[in-house]
């Protein structure tokens, strides 16, 4: 949303971009490195370094800082009280016990998608796959749906000035290539990605949509390569998410 300028905080805003600063590639951060991914001086980094942990949110040796448990929080809350986990849960329960395979439900978050609720499973799960993980959008099913649920405009927007990671060899990065498959997404209206993310992993995935036909959220399945091959898992799961998709359909 868009608020007027004399209602923004701005040191929230620089304190929020430090905290989110934090992440898998970098755990651990002084405030030179910290001021560089927030986009501000160094000493106003230091000096919210030294407020969230003063306030408990970070931990330190007196030069670096990390995370501390008291960030989960803020997750903990939302999947607590958020409406999506909550209705979603039931049915990622029952799919997960149907083919013993692990069902997610997630959301897109500016270049990332993030994983708002999962089934438990007895099979291996692919790396990273956890509840609030925070995967990169174009290499994954999920994103790609999500990706091709917005208009063209909108996409032009999303990939203006973004590099798409080559995650593995199998990535779409190229931007044309690129957009043809999300052109292509959007007029199956499923995603099939495999190895693109992890190697050894193939994932389906479907959109959730409203009655009034807005995209909420992306449903996939994640399968191992040893077991399934994309034919497979189309012929084997895609109906399965499709009837989900259609019975959660009144309850978003």
């Excluded at 174009?138 to 994103?143: D, I, L, M, R, Y």
């Excluded at 992890?198 to 959220?217: C, F, I, K, M, N």
Aim: proline fraction near 4%.
């Amino acid at each position: 949303m868009t608020i007027a300028r004399a209602d923004f905080i701005e040191g929230m805003a620089k304190g929020l971009a430090v905290l989110e600063s934090f992440d898998t590639e970098r755990q651990r951060l002084n405030a030179t490195l910290a001021s560089q991914r927030a986009g501000i001086t160094r000493a106003a980094a230091r000096r919210h370094l030294l407020t969230l942990a003063h306030l408990g949110y970070l931990e330190t040796d007196g030069s670096w800082f990390w995370l501390a448990p008291k960030v989960l929080r803020f997750s903990g809350s939302y999947l607590a009280s958020a409406r999506l986990p909550r209705m979603v849960q039931p049915t990622l329960n029952r799919l997960a016990a149907q083919t013993g395979e692990s069902f997610s439900v997630v959301v897109l978050d500016g270049e990332q998608v993030v994983i708002v609720a999962r089934s438990g499973t007895t099979r291996l799960l692919a790396y990273g796959l956890h509840l609030g993980a925070r995967l990169p959008a174009h290499a994954t099913s999920t994103g790609r749906v999500l990706l091709a649920s917005k208009t063209k405009a909108a996409l032009n927007a999303w990939l203006k000035g973004r590099e798409l990671a080559r995650l593995t060899a199998h990535t779409v990065a190229e931007p044309k290539a690129f957009r043809a498959v999300i052109d292509d997404v959007r007029s199956k209206d499923y995603c099939i990605a495999s190895e693109e993310h992890e190697l050894g992993v193939h994932a389906l995935a479907v959109p959730l949509r409203t009655l009034q036909g807005d995209t909420v959220a992306a449903l996939n399945v994640v399968v191992p390569t040893a077991r399934f091959d994309p034919r497979t898992v189309e012929r084997d799961l895609l109906a399965l998410l499709l009837d989900a998709a259609r019975e959660l359909r009144p309850l978003l």
